[in-house]
């Protein structure tokens, strides 16, 4: 693989129809700031727009894939909104990447090479395929937080593992353990430890190897299925944080 371009914490690799992007701030368990939010979403558009790319794979630096949100961040926005300053005057980070997930028309694959929290673990469903690596574990941390949920988990969680486990995921924000998250179907297999990425790439060569244009059809009709559901899980829950910054504010 050749480094095509780089941000400050998104790394973005092509090579023989396959892109990687590596979320690359590993002294932070790969955090995500508002900054990073919009260079992921970036990244996700080059190899959309990109002829040459046909599957696109995410994957963490270090021992983390991410930790979820930078919370010192998201406290000092909550801050500014709950002082009055608009919201709209607040960058857009998280919702230009949720747009440029939901959006994507390629393949999309998740290496999940370590912890996953928060975002980590809610942008897997908006992933065509999720591989994972045996000693990885992922949670969703907002009961503990005291946030509404994010990423349309509201509803992709239950679509994809049921009700009940979703609501006790969600609900409980417990750990769970790669071979759980196979069990019920968060991820699709798990890899040894250390070589998650590299399983995802062999899979991905597959894929890049078939039609690229039916693997492009085939996931537009998947995702037509959905309908216009995500869209309004997004809405109900940026309403709930909005009103939340706007009433009390945010601690991490």
Known sequence: FCKQ?????????????????????????????????EDLASALKDIDTDDSVHVAIITGAGGAFSSGQDLKEMAEMATAVASGTPASSQPGGFTVLLDGLETFSKPLIAAVNGVAVGIGMTLLPFCDIVLIDETARMRVPFSELGVPPEAASSILFADQIGWQRAAEILFTARWIEAPEAVEIGLALRTAPQGEVLAHAVELAKTIASKSAYSTRVIKQLMVAGRGGRIKEARAREEALFAELFRSRGFSS
């Open 5 to 37: 371009s780089t941000s400050m914490s998104i790394d973005l690799e092509k090579l023989d129809g396959i892109g990687i992007i590596t979320i690359n701030r590993p002294e932070r368990k790969n955090a995500f700031t508002r900054s990073q939010y």
